[in-house]
Each structure stands twice: as C-alpha cells, then as structure tokens.
C-alpha cells in the first residue's frame, strides 16, 4: 500500500487518499474499505439516502445498531448511531478535503 494522505477522521473513521493509486480507504474499526473516487462518492450518496430510523435494530448487547446492507447478502456492516453520525461526516468531510487537495496540486 502506498503512502496516503488522511482526508478526515472521525471517531472511529479514518478516511485516506493514495494520490499515486488514486484511491480513497475508509479505515473503521477492523473494516477497511477502499474505492476510486467515483465509487466513493457513490458509496457516500447511498449513505445519505438511507434511512437509518428504518434500519436501526436492538442487539442482543442491547445497542441500537444500523445495519447496513451490501449487495452480498452474506456480509453487512453494523454501526451504532453515533458511528453512523461520526461515519458519515468523514465521508463529507473527506470529499471536501480531496477537492482541497487536488486543487493544491495543480
């Protein structure tokens, strides 16, 4: 993996940029996700869209957990609210920072 810049970091969330590789890794807990830029802000769009009262469900730890479905049935991710919050103000974040940076680099 090659040298990243951190974009934003939030709570748990981590979100770096390879300018070499030009990919975006979203680092969180033991997950690490990582996309080309277009993906990414797909990802985050989907995010915005979700409604996370509608799939917020009680645990057996007794946390209000968001799951968030992939298109692998067998494999979702799981976040409390305040994740969920802190998570997706890293990815807003993030998108911004990017644009800071390319922006520098020109």
């Given at each position: ?22 990919v ?12 080309e830029?277009?993906?990414?802000e797909?990802f ?8 996370y009262?509608?799939?917020t ?19 979702n991710?799981?976040?409390?609210v ?25």
């Amino acid at each position: 993996m090659c040298e990243t810049i951190v974009l934003s970091k939030k709570a748990s969330a981590v979100i770096s940029y390879c300018k070499c590789c030009s990919v975006i890794y979203i680092w969180h807990h033991n997950l690490m996700l990582s996309f080309e830029y277009d993906q990414f802000e797909a990802f985050r769009n989907f995010t915005e869209e979700v409604d996370y009262e509608e799939l917020t469900y009680p645990f057996p730890d007794g946390t209000e957990r968001i799951i968030l479905r992939t298109p692998n049935r067998d494999i979702n991710f799981t976040f409390s609210v305040d994740e969920w919050h802190s998570f997706r103000q890293a990815m807003d974040e993030a998108l911004y920072m990017r644009e800071v940076y390319m922006l520098i680099d020109k």
